[in-house]
C-alpha cells in the first residue's frame, strides 16, 4: 500500500512577486466544501515569519489564491509564525488548529524554545477566510500537532495533540477549556523497534476520517535517520483511546529531488486527507519549501489498515 503522487505535482508553489510567500509554500490544510476544494497553507516571505494563505480549487490540482494571508500574527505569543494549520468544519462551523509561535511564553515551567514558546491554538470562521482565535488547548509545553475530529464524540468535541514523544487525545465541551483529567496518550514511538519508520517520533497529519470500522488516521513520524514518513492507524469510533490497528509498514516518504532537496531536507508533512468521492487526497508540504499531492482509494487505505 504506496500513495501514488500527482503527475502534476507540485501543485503549489512560492509566489516569487509576494512578500509574504515568496520563500516556501508548505504543509497545508484542505477541505472540501460546496464542491471546492479549500487549502490553507504555511506561508514564509521576505521575514522568514509564518503566515497562513488561502486558496481554492476546482479539481484540487490547480489553485487560485488570494493575494494576502488570512491569518498573521498579532501579538507576542504568535510573533514567530502561525504554523501547520488543520481546517474541520462542525456543526456548521469551521474550525483552525494552528500552532502560534512567539517570542513570549506562556505557563509554567521555563521557555521552551529560544526564550519563547508554542501553543497549540484554535480558531473559528464562518466563511474559512475571517478567523477568531479561540484559545489553546495547553499552555507551556512543546505541544503541537493538534487536529480536531470531524464531529463530537460521546457529546464533547475531540482532539489529537501532540505530548512529545506520544499521541494523546483531549476532550472538551466548548473547545475553550481542555482539562488535564480529560487527557489520554493513545500511542508514541515503536522505541522496542530499532528498525522500525516511526521509533523516534510520531504525530497526526489531516483530520480523522471516520469509516464504519474505525476513525482512520494518517500520521507522520521518524527514527534516528530524521526522514519524515507516513503511516496509518486505526481507532474505535466510541472510544478512540483504543488503538485498534497500527500496520509497521510505511505508506509514503520522500523520494523526488524535491522532497529530499528544499529549506527542510527529507521532510513530507501533511496537515490534510479530505476525502472525495472515494479518493483521498493527501497534500503535504515537500521539503518545508513547496506543496505536493499524493492519492488513493479510501477503501485501499481501509483494508491495509484492517489487515496491516
Not at 494576502?68 to 514567530?80: A, E, F, K, N
Request: aromatic fraction near 10%; charged fraction near 20%.
Amino acid at each position: 500500500m504506496k500513495l501514488q503522487r500527482h503527475s502534476q505535482n507540485p501543485v503549489l508553489l512560492p509566489d516569487l512577486s509576494s512578500d509574504w510567500e515568496c520563500k516556501n509554500v508548505f504543509n497545508p490544510s484542505v477541505i472540501y466544501h460546496n464542491g471546492l476544494f479549500h487549502m490553507h497553507y504555511r506561508a514564509q516571505g521576505l521575514d522568514w515569519v509564518s503566515r497562513i494563505g488561502y486558496a481554492v480549487s476546482v479539481d484540487g490540482v490547480q489553485w487560485n489564491r488570494m493575494r494576502q494571508p488570512v491569518l498573521s500574527p498579532i501579538d507576542g505569543t504568535d510573533s514567530r509564525g502561525i504554523e501547520d494549520p488543520r481546517v474541520v468544519k462542525i456543526d456548521g462551523h469551521f474550525y483552525m488548529c494552528y500552532t502560534a509561535y512567539g517570542r513570549e511564553f506562556t505557563g509554567d515551567g521555563e521557555p521552551t524554545h529560544s526564550r519563547g514558546g508554542i501553543l497549540p491554538m484554535i480558531a473559528v470562521s464562518d466563511n474559512l477566510i475571517t478567523w477568531e482565535r479561540m484559545g489553546p488547548i495547553v499552555r507551556g509545553e512543546n505541544n503541537k500537532d493538534h487536529v480536531l475530529f470531524p464531529r463530537k464524540i460521546n457529546g464533547r468535541y475531540a482532539a489529537l495533540h501532540r505530548r512529545w514523544p506520544d499521541v494523546w487525545i483531549a476532550y472538551s465541551d466548548d473547545l475553550l477549556i481542555w482539562d488535564e483529567g480529560d487527557m489520554i496518550s493513545i500511542y508514541g514511538p515503536r522505541h522496542g523497534d530499532p528498525d522500525a519508520w516511526d521509533s523516534k517520533s510520531v504525530g497526526s497529519n489531516g483530520v480523522p476520517i471516520e469509516t464504519e470500522q474505525g476513525w482512520l488516521l494518517i500520521n507522520h513520524g521518524y527514527n534516528d535517520d530524521h526522514i519524515y514518513k507516513f503511516g496509518v492507524v486505526l481507532l474505535e469510533l466510541d472510544d478512540p483511546t483504543q488503538v485498534i490497528s497500527r500496520p509497521k509498514t510505511a505508506i509514503f516518504e520522500p523520494a523526488e529531488l524535491w522532497e529530499l532537496r528544499g529549506d527542510v531536507p527529507n521532510v513530507v508533512f501533511s496537515n490534510a486527507n479530505p476525502v472525495v468521492e472515494g479518493m483521498v487526497y493527501v497534500y503535504y508540504g515537500a521539503g518545508d519549501h513547496v506543496i505536493g499531492l499524493a492519492t488513493c482509494q479510501l477503501d485501499d487505505l481501509l483494508q491495509f489498515a484492517l489487515d496491516g
